[in-house]
């Protein structure tokens, strides 16, 4: 099975922006939907956005038009590039397939306001 490896997190000032990078253990592009999660405190995880099975990009409403999604299939490494960072963007981000596999530890990416 795939291990996949968080990073990147860290605070960050509201309108800020951070890269999560998440690192695969093997190939992910073998037809696998891989995707980005998250949790804010005291809520349940929560799609953010992912490669969808035809290699198009889906986002929440929430997110849409500040993160962006991407790839780079030589490092078998997808990123999360968010901008415009919220304070209700506070939440440990995960990735995962789709559907998903067993979880990582995540990385925790917290905004002040």
């Known amino acids: 099975q795939v291990q996949l490896v968080e990073s990147g997190g860290g605070l960050v000032q509201a309108g800020g922006s951070l890269r999560l990078s998440c690192a695969a253990s093997g190939s992910i592009f073998g037809g696998q939907i891989i995707a980005w999660y998250r949790q804010p405190p005291g809520k349940q995880r929560e799609l953010v956005a992912a490669?969808?099975?035809?290699?198009?990009?889906h986002y929440a409403d929430s997110v849409k038009g500040r993160f962006i999604i991407s790839r780079d299939n030589a490092k078998n490494t997808v990123y999360l590039e968010m901008n415009n960072l919220k304070a209700e963007d506070t939440a440990v981000y995960y990735c995962?397939?789709?559907?998903?596999?067993?979880w990582g530890q995540g990385t925790q990416v917290t905004v002040s306001s």
């Open positions: 995962n397939f789709i559907p998903v596999h067993s």
């Open positions: 490669f969808t099975s035809g290699g198009s990009t």
